[in-house]
């Protein structure tokens, strides 16, 4: 089991940029998938952003391609999620996940691919 701490969230005007972090402890850090959903209010989660364990191979979901950016920080133990050029629409819960072993592509955009979740962080976007 890992436990996740997320963080850095808040209000943000648009245009403007974010970085979000999460904290993970419980496993050895680096070698399963870790990701990044969230959800808006009255909206299904959604895919943001993933890392493979044991590989920079990145992905991300459409609506973010281009904005953000997902990194490790191995010696630190966190993921980061850099958010450039928020919209309103980003506006959500943002949540950092866990998952296990090497799932393909497509199940890393699935939330129930991954079984630790950390509390979430709000992200706001607004003038």
């Known amino acids: 089991q890992v436990q996740l701490i997320e963080s850095g969230g808040g209000l943000v005007q648009p245009g403007g940029s974010l970085r979000l972090s999460c904290a993970a402890s419980?496993?050895?850090?680096?070698?399963?998938?870790m990701a990044w959903f969230r959800q808006a209010p009255e909206k299904e989660r959604e895919f943001v952003a993933a890392?493979?364990?044991?590989?920079?191979?990145?992905y991300y979901g459409d609506l973010v391609k281009g904005r953000f950016t997902i990194s490790r920080d191995n010696g630190k133990n966190t993921v980061y999620l850099q958010m450039n050029t928020l919209k309103p629409e980003d506006t959500a819960i943002y949540y950092c996940?866990?998952?296990?072993?090497?799932?393909?592509?497509?199940?890393?955009?699935?939330?129930?691919?991954?079984?630790?979740w950390g509390q979430g962080t709000q992200v706001t976007v607004s003038a």
């Open positions: 996940a866990a998952g296990s072993g090497s799932p393909t592509s497509l199940y890393l955009r699935f939330a129930s691919t991954y079984t630790d």
């Open positions: 419980g496993r050895t850090f680096g070698t399963y998938p």
């Open positions: 890392l493979r364990g044991n590989s920079n191979m990145k």
